[in-house]
């Protein structure tokens, strides 16, 4: 049923959207032509082409020039862009999916016992403190990836006792930290048993892994994330621009 509250193409994705999630139209199956669903809801051809091309931003069809648009997957593939510094929250809501979150653990470890890149980002020795906060975050329901954050118990006092969904509005409101630069390492790798079942993929699944050193506004390490993303759902682009001066 379209609810009149949202835009007419909105209705229309998130209706071919289910047919999809559901295996109305199985991955490969050709979905009806813009004609045609333009008689289905009633509405000009511009609207449901605006429908259309917002499930081939999300993944789930695909247009072949000259052949007609298909099934592609029948869950979201989210698109990253290596030079976008956005918050898990906002990549999802920028392509009309709901993200939540469910915390795994958060407390107080060693250096030495944390993964990525920490000791290097904070320049700790391996029996410093660090924070570590664990969570599991998800997209319209679909576990997407387990994220491991650390931080120093000097520059965020009291974040444990504090709501831990939403990590980059809590550095800003609470914290007057703002994330501006980042480096990121990206590799592939497998997944193991535990990161399996949170992920609800089999184990030894390709996962993307990220680890990724976050400065503040002032240029300094505030925040080390590392991240295991299942590689099913996510693409990652990067433009390449040619050196004029070694072309020269």
């Known amino acids: 049923m379209m609810d009149g509250r949202e835009l007419l193409y909105v209705q229309i994705q998130r209706d071919l959207r289910t047919r999809i999630e559901t295996g109305q139209w199985p991955i490969g199956e050709k979905i009806p032509p813009e004609?045609?669903?333009?008689?289905?809801?009633?509405?000009?051809?511009?609207?449901?082409?605006?429908?259309?091309?917002?499930?081939?931003?999300?993944?789930?069809?695909?247009?072949?020039?000259?052949?007609?648009?298909?099934?592609?997957?029948t869950s979201p593939i989210l698109q990253k862009m290596l030079s976008e510094l956005a918050s898990f929250t906002q990549q999802l809501t920028a392509r009309g999916l709901t993200s939540t979150t469910r915390l795994l653990s958060a407390?107080?470890?060693?250096?030495?016992?944390?993964?990525?890149?920490?000791?290097?980002?904070?320049g700790l020795t391996g029996e410093a403190e660090a924070i570590r906060i664990r969570r599991l975050r998800l997209g319209d329901g679909v576990p997407?990836?387990?994220?491991?954050?650390?931080?120093?118990?000097?520059?965020?006092?009291g974040i444990l006792e504090e709501d831990l969904s939403h990590l980059f509005r809590?550095?800003?409101?609470?914290?007057?930290?703002?994330?501006?630069?980042?480096?990121?390492?990206?590799?592939?790798?497998?997944a193991a048993e535990d990161e399996a079942a949170l992920l609800e993929i089999a184990l030894g699944d390709p996962v993307v892994i990220r680890d990724r050193i976050s400065l503040t506004q002032d240029g300094e390490p505030f925040e080390v994330l590392h991240s295991v993303d299942r590689g099913d759902r996510f693409q990652y682009r990067y433009q390449i621009v040619a050196d004029s001066i070694r072309l020269a």
């Open 144 to 157: 997407l990836a387990i994220q491991t954050v650390y931080l120093l118990p000097a520059l965020c006092p």
């Open 35 to 73: 004609p045609e669903l333009q008689r289905t809801y009633n509405t000009s051809r511009g609207t449901v082409r605006r429908a259309v091309d917002e499930l081939v931003r999300q993944g789930y069809v695909v247009k072949k020039p000259g052949k007609g648009t298909f099934v592609r997957s």
């Open 107 to 122: 407390g107080r470890i060693r250096a030495a016992e944390a993964e990525g890149r920490v000791q290097e980002g904070f």
């Open 170 to 190: 809590l550095y800003e409101t609470r914290y007057g930290v703002r994330i501006n630069v980042a480096d990121e390492i990206i590799r592939v790798g497998q």
